[in-house]
């Protein structure tokens, strides 16, 4: 992996982050924070998805996208398993 790739991965994960806090939490989780969400999340989304046939196609906003759902759905279940 070059140093122009780890770039956008941090990039898209750091967007991806930040839109997944604003909508499952209603902000942001500071620049490392959403980084490390938006990561995770594209990992979660990156082993979900194709167990399930979706595709999203390719591209950066693909990229975004997906790990967003993926974030999303990190950070339900840290919620569900925090009230519970």
């Given amino acids: 992996m070059g140093v122009e ?3 956008v991965f941090i990039i898209i994960g750091a ?3 930040w839109l997944a806090g604003l909508i499952v939490k209603g902000y942001g989780f500071g620049l ?3 980084i490390v ?3 995770v ?3 979660i989304a990156g082993w ?6 979706v595709s ?3 591209g950066i906003v693909a990229a975004i996208i997906h790990a967003v ?5 990190l950070l339900v279940l840290i919620r569900l398993v925090k009230s519970a």
């Fill in 56 to 58: 999203l196609g390719t």
């Fill in 41 to 43: 999340g594209a990992l």
């Fill in 5 to 7: 790739s780890l770039v």
């Fill in 69 to 73: 759902i993926g974030a999303v759905i």
């Fill in 48 to 53: 979900l998805f194709p167990a399930l046939g």
């Fill in 32 to 34: 490392l924070g959403n």
């Fill in 15 to 17: 967007i991806a982050g």
């Fill in 37 to 39: 969400v938006g990561i």
